[in-house]
């Protein structure tokens, strides 16, 4: 696992969703300065031929709140 980068899940073949740490810059080139700087991110991951790149979802309150999340998909994927 990479600094800051706690899971992904793959959507389909062009998008996946993520929960991560995000650079300032990332937030600001997203217009998502209004949920702050630090912490960690729901954001999805598109790559196909009408849009690239992230779009930020949602701001976890907590580490545990993200890891929590991570649960939830976890027992998702083994049901």
């Known amino acids: 696992m990479e600094d800051g980068h706690l899971g992904t ?9 993520h929960i991560s ?9 997203n217009g998502a300065e209004h949920l702050g ?3 960690y991110f729901l954001f999805e991951t598109r790559n196909d031929r009408t849009r690239r ?6 701001r976890f309150a ?5 890891l929590e999340m991570l649960e939830i998909w976890s027992a ?4």
């Open 9 to 17: 899940a793959r959507i389909d073949n062009y998008r996946s969703i």
């Open 21 to 29: 740490e995000l650079s300032r810059e990332s937030i600001i080139e």
């Open 37 to 39: 700087f630090g912490g």
């Open 53 to 58: 790149g992230i779009n930020i979802l949602a």
């Open 62 to 66: 907590s580490l545990d709140a993200a």
């Open 76 to 79: 998702r994927q083994a049901a």
